[in-house]
């Protein structure tokens, strides 16, 4: 079953806060990931960004990029939702939304813990 990680409202947004980091994908033409979990539908496409936020309180921050290529992205950052942990995260399937290529599939994994797989589809994160 799946579940849809985002909120309206501006309070929700404030709480996690906006990617840090990234430069916004119409500026590269480099793949991007949509890093607004709780903006407005398909809103925040980043590359390289800092932060990449799911849902309230549900993010993976300090992120640090190993390889960002047309077809996968592999890097490393701090994992907050079920738990709280350093995790490595894996960005693939490539998608369009009007124009923009982004990646539609995201994987955190770390020793020790359940792997957490999330889906950007319908401009919004959700796992399952």
Known sequence: MNRSLTFAGAAAVTAVGIAAGGSPASADPATAVYVCGMGSLWSCPSVRPGEIAFGAHYAVVGLHWHSWKAATAYGRGHYFGFGSYEADVTLYTVRTH????????????????RTRYLTYRAGRWFTG
């Open 98 to 113: 009007d124009g923009q290529r982004y990646f539609r599939h995201l994987k955190v994994t770390a020793s020790g813990h």
